[in-house]
């Protein structure tokens, strides 16, 4: 652990010094647990809102509510990709898949390749995640930045990153992930046991549609919104470089917009990079630490997403 974290702070001499306690280093199955389970309950009662009030707020309201627990959803697949998820590999892997990944169509060891290389070298040219979120080229101007977030909110910005995927516009970038077709089944299966199980639920209830209208609907436009306001407040405008303290960003507090675009603590984002073998619950504990020793840039430390948007457009 403390030769890869002296990899990630560069020259930083009083970041390198810096050790946190073990325990802060294990995962505790428990709040994996009550973490994962309040997501998917927070849809459950979305769903359940949306169907007993049928009204078109209660629509809307449930659609940001279950955006925001996709969002939530793809955080515990990026602790699974750092196998954060349980102490044994397989059953991090299975959980990650089957709880998290696969209800959002999405493949965890396909992700985890592509996460791990941003990890190694943040902001470089072919980091896999500024390419495919788009925050190379910030700082922009006000009108482009409300433009492109628009985009994503309407689901162009999903469609786009979509076709250039399938274009090869990324391959130079992403690795390339071998699975056995034992595993790609697998992966597949969960996608549809996942999927399966939920539309099943809405069509016992009598409403099979809500999960085209408040799942589907959704997860291409108001989560990829929520995840690119993440990126932006990630990564954007910061520079490549080995000191990771300095091209990450942090809300130091939580709020309603931690809420909504960083759930289980990804808003600390410096300490995650610094640290990519603490699980989210530890993170918060680490960051009072750095905060305390005065090791965090005090540029990359914000109260809310709101004045990182501000500081990477320009009018």
Same mark, same amino acid.
């Given at each position: ?7 990630? /702070? ?36 979305? +769903? ?12 809307? #309201? =449930? ?61 470089? =040219? ?27 909110? #309407? ?14 516009? +990324? ?48 997860? /291409? ?58 699980? +989210? ?30 500081? /990477?457009?320009?009018?």
């Amino acid at each position: 652990m403390t030769e890869t974290h002296v990899h990630r /702070v560069g020259s930083n001499a009083g970041l390198a010094r810096f050790v946190p306690d073990p325990v802060l280093f294990r995962v505790s199955t428990a709040r994996v647990g009550v973490a994962l389970a309040g997501d998917w309950l927070m849809i459950a009662a979305a +769903f359940a809102a949306a169907i007993a009030f049928a009204h078109p707020l209660a629509y809307a #309201c =449930a659609a940001i509510v279950i955006a925001r627990s996709q969002l939530a959803l793809a955080v515990m697949m990026h602790e699974g990709a750092h196998g954060l998820l349980a102490r044994n590999r397989h059953v991090n892997d299975v959980l990650g898949q089957l709880l998290a990944a696969g209800p959002l169509w999405l493949s965890l060891r396909t992700y985890r390749a592509g996460h791990l290389k941003h990890h190694r070298a943040p902001m470089q =040219a072919d980091d896999p995640v500024a390419l495919l979120f788009g925050v190379h080229d910030y700082p922009v101007t006000r009108s482009r930045l409300i433009v492109r977030l628009l985009a994503y909110a #309407c689901g162009i910005g999903y469609v786009t990153s979509v076709v250039k995927l399938a274009r090869g516009a +990324f391959a130079h970038a992403l690795p390339k992930v071998e699975k056995s077709r034992a595993y790609a089944a697998w992966e597949i299966a969960s996608m549809l046991v996942g999927n399966g199980a939920l539309f099943g639920a809405l069509a016992l209830a009598g409403h099979p549609l809500l999960y085209v209208a408040l799942w589907i609907v959704p997860s /291409v436009t108001l989560l990829p919104f929520a995840g690119q306001v993440r990126a932006i407040f990630e990564h954007a405008g910061l520079p490549a470089g080995a000191d990771q303290s300095r091209n990450a960003r942090t809300i130091v507090r939580r709020s309603w917009q931690t809420f909504l675009f960083g759930p289980h603590a990804i808003h600390f984002h410096i300490e995650h990079h610094l640290f990519t073998r603490m699980p +989210f619950h530890n993170l918060p504990v680490v960051h009072r630490q750095l905060a305390q020793l005065r090791l965090l840039p005090d540029g990359n430390l914000y109260a809310g997403y709101g004045a990182v948007l501000r500081d /990477v457009s320009v009018r």
